[in-house]
């Protein structure tokens, strides 16, 4: 399976899927952002990528048909952390985008059909995220949600022309999406600080005026609560939104009548990540979404404003967008694979210490990821190397749990850690950012957390039969919020437990609690970027998580740090991974005294200052 950019489309109108192809592959193209699709005034569909590293790249069709071939890649220079598409009322499309310096730019062609792409500054604007639309009478209206969490919105005064009025609107939001009502009045809804669910509407097509809450107060609520939401118009007008709720479950509501009230929350069924919706050309709704297994699902209406149905698409995804072409045939474009996940199929080789594969979500965060060290043979070591950082040398190995963040997080590059020193079982969290860019061991890099206590006493050392867990935390951001470090001897008693809330018991930040996309698990060195010296010992690593992950080798684009720890072994062994995602991940581990592994220095620091 190699990741890039594919796109699929329908065989027929209103009828079932073709095999996915090849748009564009390459490494920059491992994990994506966001994938936007949107329809010209010819009827070519024009396609927005935003990367890992946050580059916006643009592809089009040739011509306006789903089988029509696609141009060549082309980067339009812009960094972006988000963006929105709509179409202006002469046929010409127009993006805004929040920059990587959270101001609002947008960019439109030269004209209909013109692969040149100029653009500005939204004056005054700085965001979150952005979401656009067009009043009946042709005006781009934008919501965005203000650094500040607060809703802001700003209207064309003219048809396709500008200049931009802009104010502030009314409530907070995390998510929001915007679409008109059938008969031309707009309507925002939205994910409030509360995670609840809110809206308001026009109280006129092209109005100022919006319902849903008196001036200074939030949206009507429209019952249940969610993580992210996305809406569409059915057939006979009504509005229907569907959503991700707080347990990563899907949820739906919709309009009892076009641009009337609304049903209420309605459990959909199945888990996501990403949701997609599009109509097909008969009016039945059709629905992507990304599972919490990695793999794309597919489910439509069986008749129009009808029951649903569904099976899994065929892909793995990562970023997914859905759109109807102007024969009427639907079109997908998605960043992952061109099959599903559908068996585990192993990796070949062995790895030696300090070298171990990297679990990933394709780009995505990995919620609650967990791994537990189950020990068959007694760990043994004979030697530590000398420390390369920090100030005397410690003894002993550490289990490290070392997670990266995406570009664009404060903490780049997070470790939990569990180690033995000789006497006892000690657990840490370190925690850090990138203060500038790091040109040596240590460079560039500062402590928002670095904290470490006893977990307990194993005098004998960590003999077989004992088991040692690093569970994370994440909450409905999927920010990484704690830790927990468990102990347990060959009996199954629970010798030592220690839990830390980052922001009750460690005083970290909230802007400097971040997800996580990628993890390593290594049996190294204790710190200061020593290495030790296994003599014996071999057990299994189980990794688990709420969203499965996969193996790989390198570190794929866009992690915010690509370095990893200092600290090495010699004489460790990892056995081998599946290559298919998975929300169990079984590992041997073992020493082996016969192929030596030579102690590999990565450019990054140890866990540790001092002792």
Not at 52 to 75: E, L, N
Not at 180 to 191: F, S, T
Not at 393 to 402: H, I, K, M, P, R
Not at 535 to 548: F, P
Request: proline share 4%; hydrophobic share 40%.
């Amino acid at each position: 399976m190699t990741d890039g950019v594919y796109y699929r489309y329908q065989t027929a109108v209103n009828n079932g899927w073709g095999p996915s192809e090849v748009l564009d592959v390459g490494a920059d193209l491992n994990i994506v952002q966001q994938v936007a699709l949107a329809a010209n005034a010819d009827g070519r569909l024009e396609l927005f990528v935003i990367a890992g590293d946050f580059q916006v790249y643009h592809w089009s069709q040739t011509s306006a048909s789903a089988t029509s071939g696609w141009s060549a890649r082309k980067a339009l220079n812009i960094t972006a952390r988000q963006l929105a598409v709509a179409r202006n009322s002469d046929g010409r499309l127009e993006f805004f985008y929040v920059g990587m310096d959270n101001r609002i730019y947008h960019n439109w062609p030269d004209n209909a059909g013109s692969d040149n792409w100029p653009g500005a500054w939204l004056t005054g604007a700085s965001a979150k995220e952005v979401a656009l639309a067009a009043n009946a009478d042709g005006r781009l209206e934008l919501f965005y949600i203000g650094l500040d969490v607060n809703i802001y919105h700003n209207w064309e005064r003219a048809p396709s022309n500008g200049p931009w009025d802009g104010a502030a609107f009314r409530g907070k939001a995390r998510r929001l999406t915007l679409l008109a009502n059938a008969d031309g009045r707009l309507e925002l809804i939205y994910v409030g600080m509360d995670r609840g669910l809110y809206h308001n509407w026009q109280t006129s097509p092209n109005g100022s005026d919006w319902g849903g809450g008196g001036s200074g107060a939030t949206a009507a609520g429209l019952g249940g609560f969610g993580k992210d939401v996305t809406a569409i118009r059915n057939a006979d007008g009504r509005l229907e939104i569907f959503y991700i709720g707080t347990n990563d479950g899907i949820y739906h509501n919709w309009q009892v009548s076009a641009g009337g009230g609304w049903n209420g929350e309605s459990n959909f069924g199945g888990q996501a990540q990403q949701l997609s919706l599009c109509m097909d050309q008969d009016g039945r709704l059709e629905l992507f979404y990304i599972g919490m297994d990695g793999n794309a699902y597919g489910n439509w209406q069986t008749a129009v404003n009808g029951p649903w149905t569904g099976v899994a698409a065929g892909f793995v995804a990562s970023a997914v967008a859905a759109t109807r072409s102007t024969d009427g045939r639907l079109v997908v474009a998605f960043q992952g694979g061109p099959t599903a996940v559908t068996g585990i199929a192993p990796t070949t080789g062995t790895l030696g210490s300090s070298t171990n594969y990297l679990l990933h979500n394709h780009g995505r965060p990995i919620q609650s990821p967990q791994v537990t060290l189950s020990v068959s043979s007694a760990l043994a070591y004979s030697a530590n190397g000398l420390p390369q950082i920090g100030a005397s040398q410690v003894f002993g190995y550490s289990l490290q749990f070392n997670a990266y963040a995406l570009n664009g997080q404060a903490a780049v590059w997070q470790q939990y850690i569990i180690d033995y020193d000789g006497t006892n079982l000690n657990c840490w969290i370190n925690s850090w950012n990138i203060a500038s860019p790091p040109t040596t061991v240590g460079g560039g890099l500062s402590f928002f957390v670095n904290k470490t206590t006893k977990l307990c006493a194993v005098p004998g050392g960590v003999a077989a039969g004992w088991n040692l867990t690093i569970q994370l935390a994440t909450d409905t951001d999927e920010r990484v919020t704690g830790a927990t470090f468990i102990a347990t001897d060959p009996t199954g008693a629970q010798k030592g437990k220690v839990t830390w809330d980052l922001a009750r018991d460690l005083g970290v930040a909230a802007g400097n609690i971040c997800p996580i996309a990628a993890y390593e698990v290594d049996l190294v060195g204790p710190g200061n970027s020593e290495s030790v010296t296994l003599t014996g010992g071999a057990g299994t690593l189980h990794y688990s998580a709420r969203t499965a992950t996969m193996a790989q080798f390198a570190k794929p684009p866009g992690l915010a740090w690509n370095g990893g720890t200092a600290e090495s072994s010699i004489n460790g062994t990892y056995g081998t991974l599946p290559a298919a995602a998975a929300f169990d991940l079984f590992q041997s581990i073992a020493t082996s005294t016969t192929a030596k592994v030579t102690p590999r220095l990565r450019p990054m620091v140890g866990h540790r200052v001092d002792r």
